[in-house]
């Protein structure tokens, strides 16, 4: 049997329109089992957050807002990203947040130099501009009509080898937010 190109172009368009159509499902970890999004998923942030002057991210990690230098790139963090940049110190206060878009999406960390020539051609690989690490990450874009300048909240797992990464687990990402935050995903 001959498949032709416009028979796999259609199936491969299938294919698209039906995983697009799926839901995004979320690791609990408390079971290791995985739990679909609900329809209309939300966030809660319980207690003023205050995002320092000419910055548009607050981190948080260890349910604790944190510096950008001071993340530990090996455990989860997440954090909230404002649409402007602003001279003035900007405070997201407590309030929902529903989400209306959900993505899972990585991005690779650093680079590896190519190996020097005799290394290379002994081991018989090709490693120049390989992702040493990467980080799995939801990007969860926010709608709240009392505070419309807080767009994204962003949620990543520990960086690792692209093999190894993972996508944070419910359980983690609550973490990282502590009390500030409460996610309403499932």
């Given amino acids: 049997m ?4 416009k ?9 698209l329109t039906l995983s697009a159509c799926s839901k995004m499902q979320v690791e609990n970890r408390t079971n290791g089992k995985f739990q679909e999004i609900i329809s209309n998923p939300w966030i809660a942030v319980q207690k003023q957050i205050v995002v320092p002057a000419e910055q548009v991210r607050v981190f948080f990690q260890n349910g604790q807002p944190i510096e950008a230098p001071a993340l530990n790139l090996y455990i989860a963090s997440c954090e909230l990203k404002l649409n402007q940049l602003l001279p003035v110190e900007q405070n997201i206060n407590p309030g929902k947040f529903n989400i209306v878009n959900t993505t899972a999406e990585e991005s690779s960390i650093v680079q590896m130099p190519a190996f020097s020539a005799n290394l290379k051609y002994a081991a018989n690989i090709q490693v120049a501009h390989t992702p040493a690490d990467i980080k799995r990450f939801w990007r969860f874009s926010l ?3 009392q505070q419309p300048h807080v767009m994204h909240m962003i949620c990543r797992g520990p960086q690792d080898f692209p093999s190894d990464a993972k996508l944070p687990t419910y ?3 609550q973490h990282s937010v502590g009390k500030y935050i409460d996610l309403h995903l499932f």
Avoid at 2 to 5: C, E, K, P, Y
Avoid at 7 to 15: A, G, P, R
Wanted: no cysteine.
């Fill in 171 to 173: 359980i983690e990402m």
């Fill in 2 to 5: 001959s498949i032709s190109l």
């Fill in 143 to 145: 709608n709240s009509t």
């Fill in 7 to 15: 028979n796999i172009i259609v199936l491969s368009f299938s294919l």
